[in-house]
């Protein structure tokens, strides 16, 4: 996703491509806290139709600002389950944990590849959208597990009391080895390090697995959800 920097001067969005579609233009809150107004999104839809897309669609966005978008005309594509864990000893599981390696920038496609590979589309991810999560936040960590292959990664990012799980994959042929739970782990421990009190993780309402893995290593279930929102154009 490329900055547009009318956009951003407005109300703090950034204006890009859906990964590996693009005839499919994308607004990306850069606050996620930001309760936009349906003037701000018709300026939004006004730039994004430079591009001649065929829709538009947000990232995830939290119910007050999701309503913004709806009284312009946009409707519900997906629904985020939002998760929250307190940064605390009761956080990270228990016994010997395996590590982690750092993701070089060089192996940046290899770890698209494996996005793609562990999530269908329209949901995965191409290198630009993984280099704009990792920069969403003042400080990221990007980590991978696998020897040889890449068997999995966790893009973290850490502002203020935060810290957000912003990206975690692993491949299919290397599911139920205990690499999401490592990597998990990894992300939450270098949240406190930081001083994040507390994590957020978003993940489909229908992903049990997830939902089990997060809710087993102390995080809870907010009330609200995020939605994904999508406008039709042609």
Same mark, same amino acid.
């Given at each position: 996703?490329?900055?547009?920097?009318? @956009?951003?001067?407005?109300?703090?969005?950034?204006?890009?491509?859906?990964?590996? !579609?693009?005839? @499919?233009?994308?607004?990306?809150?850069?606050?996620?806290?930001?309760?936009?107004?349906?003037? !701000?999104?018709?300026?939004?839809? #006004? /730039?994004?139709?430079?591009?001649?897309?065929?829709?538009?669609?947000?990232?995830?966005?939290?119910?007050?600002?999701?309503?913004?978008?709806?009284?312009?005309?946009?409707? /519900?594509?997906?629904?985020?389950?939002?998760?929250?864990? #307190?940064? !605390?000893?009761?956080?990270?599981?228990?016994?010997?944990?395996?590590?982690?390696?750092?993701?070089?920038?060089?192996?940046?496609? $290899?770890?698209?590849?494996? #996005?793609?590979?562990?999530?269908? !589309?329209?949901?995965?991810?191409? /290198?630009?959208?993984?280099? $704009?999560?990792?920069?969403?936040?003042?400080?990221?960590?990007?980590?991978? %597990?696998?020897?040889?292959?890449?068997?999995?990664?966790?893009?973290?990012?850490?502002?203020?009391?935060?810290?957000?799980?912003?990206?975690?994959?692993?491949?299919?042929?290397?599911?139920?080895?205990?690499?999401?739970?490592?990597? %998990?782990?990894?992300?939450?421990?270098?949240?406190?390090?930081?001083?994040?009190?507390?994590?957020?993780?978003?993940?489909?309402? #229908?992903?049990?697995?997830?939902?089990?893995?997060?809710?087993?290593?102390?995080?809870?279930?907010?009330? $609200?959800?995020?939605?994904?929102?999508?406008?039709?154009?042609?």
């Amino acid at each position: 996703m490329v900055p547009v920097d009318s @956009v951003g001067a407005v109300a703090r969005a950034r204006l890009g491509n859906w990964p590996y !579609d693009p005839d @499919v233009a994308q607004i990306v809150l850069l606050d996620h806290h930001m309760v936009p107004t349906p003037g !701000d999104v018709r300026r939004w839809v #006004d /730039e994004a139709m430079q591009r001649r897309p065929r829709a538009i669609r947000t990232g995830a966005l939290f119910p007050a600002a999701a309503d913004a978008f709806r009284d312009v005309g946009f409707h /519900e594509i997906d629904t985020l389950a939002l998760l929250v864990a #307190d940064l !605390d000893d009761s956080t990270y599981p228990r016994g010997r944990r395996r590590s982690t390696q750092r993701l070089r920038p060089s192996r940046l496609g $290899e770890v698209a590849l494996l #996005d793609r590979a562990a999530f269908a !589309d329209p949901w995965s991810n191409d /290198e630009t959208a993984l280099r $704009e999560i990792a920069a969403a936040t003042p400080r990221h960590r990007a980590r991978i %597990v696998g020897d040889g292959h890449i068997e999995g990664f966790a893009l973290s990012g850490h502002a203020a009391q935060a810290g957000y799980l912003q990206r975690l994959a692993v491949h299919p042929r290397a599911r139920r080895q205990g690499h999401a739970r490592t990597l %998990v782990a990894d992300s939450l421990g270098w949240m406190r390090r930081r001083g994040a009190r507390q994590a957020y993780v978003n993940t489909a309402v #229908d992903n049990e697995a997830a939902l089990g893995l997060y809710l087993g290593l102390g995080f809870r279930r907010r009330a $609200e959800s995020l939605a994904i929102l999508e406008l039709l154009v042609r």
